[in-house]
Nanobody
Framework: QVQLVESGGGLVQAGGSLRLSCAAS????????MGWFRQAPGKEREVVAA????????AYADSVKGRFTISRENAKNTVYLQMNSLKPEDTAVYYC????????????????????WGQGTQVTVSS
């Protein structure tokens, strides 16, 4: 069983930045593909970004490309989401997700099925 705990959410003005963190426990972190999802009120949950076990391969939703960066520190069992140039439409609950993978450099583009989920952290961007 993998436990995921997100932190770093909050209220920020449009154009500002936030960095989300997700700490994982219960399994060797480097065996996990990690992802970030978000769900806005009245909308379906959508994938925001993903990163391979090695950290070499990443993928982003078109809506956040060039503004968000996903990264990981395997030594700290933590994945991050740096969010810059935030827009009101980025307002959502952000969820961390983990997927057990046998591939160290897995292509994470289009990956939507994950095995474990965090509780979420609220990000609110005011205009």
């Amino acid at each position: 069983q993998v436990q995921l705990v997100e932190s770093g959410g909050g209220l920020v003005q449009a154009g500002g930045s936030l960095r989300l963190s997700c700490a994982a426990s219960g399994r060797t972190f480097s065996s996990l593909v990690m992802g970030w999802f978000r769900q806005a009120p009245g909308k379906e949950r959508e994938v925001v970004a993903a990163i391979s076990r090695s950290g070499v391969n990443t993928a982003y939703a078109d809506s956040v490309k060039g503004r968000f960066t996903i990264s990981r520190e395997n030594a700290k069992n933590t994945v991050y989401l740096q969010m810059n140039s935030l827009k009101p439409e980025d307002t959502a609950v952000y969820y961390c997700a983990a997927k057990i993978s046998i591939y160290y450099h897995e292509n994470v583009s289009g990956l939507k099925t994950y095995d474990y989920w965090g509780q979420g952290t609220q990000v609110t961007v005011s205009s």
